[in-house]
């Protein structure tokens, strides 16, 4: 009986732990898709931060050329995360963003589409 006990703690631990690493490699992977878009913002990488959109989102835009206007102004100086969420197949980014003097708080929502993190909200918002 112990030693039941003993393995069953273990298989639990195990996968405790892996659960664990699994949402550690989203978080990162999330963070690193949110820094990759800001950064084709502040460039001003129209077509890469087009792919980086979900389909959803790129026909609520309601296309390229829609998202060329809405990107153009957006050529943010810096930027900070203070918070990333993940569940699932979700994920979210809350932060703060600026161009020159004028702030503004950030939110980026994310949803998993086959291995890739594609942005499927955007919110921006005047400090």
């Not at 490699?25 to 959109?53: C, E, H, P, Y």
Request: charged residues 15%; glycine residues 10%.
């Amino acid at each position: 009986m112990k030693k039941q006990l003993a393995w069953i703690t273990v298989i639990l631990i195990g996968s405790l732990l892996l659960g664990s690493c699994s949402l550690a490699k989203d978080i990162s992977a999330v963070q690193k898709a949110g820094n990759d878009f800001m950064t084709g913002l502040r460039d001003s990488q129209f077509q890469a931060t087009w792919g980086m959109l979900a389909t959803s989102l790129q026909t609520e835009i309601g296309g390229y050329d829609a998202w060329v206007t809405f990107a153009t102004p957006r050529t943010f100086d810096t930027w900070s995360f203070s918070n990333t969420q993940v569940q699932n197949d979700e994920a979210q980014m809350d932060g703060e963003c600026a161009i020159g003097s004028d702030a503004y708080t950030l939110t980026l929502v994310f949803g998993r589409v086959g291995a890739e993190w594609k942005v499927s909200g955007i919110n921006i918002k005047a400090k």
